[in-house]
């Protein structure tokens, strides 16, 4: 019976104990395999050989690897901040005014989160063939900024939904212009918001595979480059990379949520 107490009570933590392991322990298995002793076909995940440092040490080794990586931060980078101030611009039109369509919008907002990512990306071939549009970085950077801006705008809607705005009235009573209020205490005040929207734009990007298989033409992103190695082999510099990316992103993660718990801290001491 104690047992059984001591389970209903720690059921929830359980569960997302193991949630959390089944989402990690690809990843730990990937970290794992960049430090194997020597390569093996892709059907091999036995570790015969021992560990060694050698494809860290080489971690830029295959030239045509380096460039698809390129390519992909370039790419989420600016489609990124492209996104980002769209979809910041976009939130606070839906969340402060009133407007014809404004219901609609809010509608067409969640569909590009709803729809299957097959038919994003068909859909966006076809409208590139019928104008005539060369398939490359350009529809690359225009299909990855069409998907983000739906999740940026969610993000940030939510931080403003609960945004004091007696403060903003405040700012203008003290003799602020609207472009300084915004700049000086709207912004500031949303940025963990604008920020969390930003890293989550950034990891769709750099991690998408089947819109960008649609629209890429010539150019190869790191996902696609992987995919085609695929049958032939994957470089273990693909695990290295990929565990250097993942690391990069928990400490940008990390250091958002510190940036918000001493904003919420902040205002706690300012209240």
Known sequence: MRAWKWLRE????????????????????????????????????????GFTLEY?????????????????????ALSTVISTALGTLMALALVRYKFFGRRASNLLIVLPMAAPEIVIGAALLSMFVIYSVSL????????HVMFSISFVVVVVRSRLIGFDRRIEEAA????????ETFR?????????????????????????FVISNFNSGTTVTFPLYVYGVALRGIPIQVLVLATMLFCVTVVA?????WQQRRAERMVQAQA
């Open 253 to 257: 993660i990390a250091l958002v949520i």
């Open 56 to 76: 860290w040490q080489n971690a830029f080794a295959v030239e045509e690897l380096n460039e698809s990586m390129l390519t992909s931060l370039k790419l989420a």
């Open 184 to 208: 000086f205490v709207t912004l500031p005040l949303i940025a963990p918001g604008v920020m969390a929207a930003a890293l989550l734009a950034f990891a769709l990007s750099i991690d998408d």
């Open 10 to 49: 720690h059921a929830l933590n359980i569960y997302a104990g193991l949630a959390i392991a089944y989402m990690l322990i690809p990843i730990v298995v990937i970290a794992v395999f960049s430090f194997a002793e020597t390569p093996r076909d892709r059907m091999n995940f036995a570790i015969n050989d």
């Open 136 to 143: 490359g970085f350009t529809t690359l950077l225009i299909a």
């Open 172 to 179: 203008a009573d003290l003799g602020a212009t609207p472009f």
